[in-house]
């Protein structure tokens, strides 16, 4: 470990820029779950299209819930499909009251705090990446980590962040009607809708691969270096 | 070992306490003002400029579904679907010169054009539609519409099981826009009662709850605070958001 130069080394904006990325993820992930839920399938498609679906999660009979992933069928009852439904008993819902903003059912509200904590999301990132900038150097912020550890960094800050930012934006009609490019590159509308999904299944790999890591590697000097910077 | 133990515990219980924490915050009035503080934003951001991408006839899907609220149940409607909306007529009104009392008759014998674009549902499905029907532009430009009108209201015939309308709003720049259509024929038929007959709109830059069905009357206001929940819309009024660009 290179203690030395660990200190001083989290630039108050990046600290700010971590912290946010961490509550606006959780806070993403939960609402857009409560958001799939309102259509709980993806399909690899500009449109609608059963032909081309990638995965569906439902309910063929009462208590029963199925998924379907890749043509492959898995009975995943109470927790996909059939599960807790937020109100104190258990119904027909794709993902579960315990991990959706709110608990229950509720696309509107679902929606609202998506589309608030998208632009923190993505606040978070600009202020990354003014940083990175003043920084000047790439290479003196990502020096101190390990090949595979900056990797992963890397290609969170670069790619993943970014993509998740620009498939949700490629599911606004409104922006489709300036930029047709946009769903285009990813295959259309609902194809985008599913990258969106597979980049927040990424973006939680990252996350728990990340947090395991921190906690097995000096998490409490860890956690300080990145609230205190020092 | 126990410090970890203790991070581990703790970053579970972030994870589990994430859905709790945001349902309760949820109900309240001031966290409500703050989540709707991105609607100006994106409102501002996204806009209502540009033109929705048209498709061809092979991309339209034969079987559109269906949702939003169940179709009117009223006698009178059932009586306008009989007569095939003989007895039908389409009311602008309120802030115009001209107010108009369009027949299905009319609307029908009007200059139509046919659009091919793709509906996008709040729930997250789209579908690829050809609409046929009149740009709502002409036929504002037909009632002229006063200085002091800033939305166009749309009136419906359906009611949910409280009684309550529904009815729709757009400011008066994304009801000129060209692609606003009074929708008459879908996919090359006459509109079909669950489908909005006879006369719906279509607004292909916003999500579908903006594309008002059973349309009976237009009404330009110069606000929207004084209709029903005050917030321009039967679904505004329940959550979802005036703006519905993304």
């Known amino acids: 470990m290179h203690e030395e130069r660990d200190s001083n080394r989290h630039p108050p904006g990046v600290r700010i820029a971590h912290w946010a990325w961490v509550l606006a993820l959780l806070i993403l992930v939960s609402s857009g779950l409560q958001i799939f839920d309102a259509a709980p399938y993806l399909d690899a498609s500009d449109q609608t299209d059963p032909v081309h679906r990638l995965l569906a999660i439902g309910s063929p009979a009462p208590g029963v819930g199925v998924t379907v992933l890749f043509g492959h069928t898995y009975v995943t009852t109470g927790w996909l499909g059939w599960v807790p439904d937020g109100l104190g008993g258990e119904s027909a819902r794709a993902f579960p009251s315990w991990i959706t903003i709110p608990a229950y059912q509720d696309l509107a509200d679902g929606r609202r705090w998506h589309l608030l904590f ?3 999301f993505g ?65 259309g509308r609902q194809f985008a809708r599913t990258w969106h999904f597979a980049t927040m299944i990424a973006l939680c790999t990252f996350f728990a691969v990340h947090t395991f890591q921190i906690l097995t590697h000096g998490p409490i000097r860890r956690l300080r270096s990145m609230i205190t910077g020092r | ?30 966290v409500r003002r703050v989540l709707r503080a991105a609607e100006a934003l994106d409102a501002r951001v996204i806009g209502g400029s540009g033109l929705a991408r048209e498709y061809t006839l092979a991309d339209v899907r034969r079987d559109p579904p269906v949702t939003s609220l169940p179709v009117p149940h009223s006698d009178r409607y059932a009586h306008l679907i009989a007569s ?19 027949t299905y008759r009319v609307l029908q014998g009007a200059r139509k054009v046919t659009m091919i674009t793709r509906h996008d549902c ?101 606000s929207l605070r004084s209709l029903y929940g005050g917030n321009g819309g039967y679904w505004e009024d329940r959550g979802y958001e005036w703006f519905a660009g993304i």
């Open chain 1, 123 to 187: 606040a978070a990132w600009a202020l990354r990446m003014a940083c990175l900038v003043r920084s000047k150097a790439l290479g003196t912020t990502y020096a101190m980590y390990e090949p595979l550890q900056r990797g992963a960094y890397a290609v969170t800050t670069f790619v993943l962040i970014p993509l998740a930012v620009a498939t949700g934006l490629a599911l606004s009609p409104g922006l489709d009607a300036r930029f047709h490019w946009l769903p285009a590159i990813f295959g």
């Open chain 1, 118 to 120: 998208a632009w923190i």
């Open chain 2, 84 to 102: 095939r909306y003989e007895g039908f007529s389409l009311r602008v009104d309120g802030l115009v010169q001209h107010p108009l009392r369009l």
């Open chain 2, 1 to 30: 070992m126990k410090r970890r133990l203790f991070l581990a515990g703790g970053s579970g219980a972030l994870l589990a306490g994430c859905s709790p924490i945001g349902t309760a915050l949820n109900d309240h009035a001031s």
């Open chain 2, 122 to 222: 709040v729930e997250g499905w789209s579908v690829v539609v050809a609409w046929t029907g009149i740009p709502l532009a002409r036929i504002l430009a037909a009632a002229r519409p006063l200085r002091a009108a800033r939305f166009a209201v749309f009136h419906c015939m359906d009611r949910d099981e409280t009684g309550a309308p529904y009815y729709e709003s757009l400011d008066v720049h994304q009801a000129y826009h060209p692609q606003t259509l009074l929708v008459l024929e879908m996919n090359g038929r006459p509109l079909s009662p669950d489908h909005g007959a006879p006369v719906r709109l279509c607004v292909p830059l916003q999500l579908g709850y903006k594309s008002a069905k059973w349309i009976e009357r237009i009404e330009l206001v110069p």
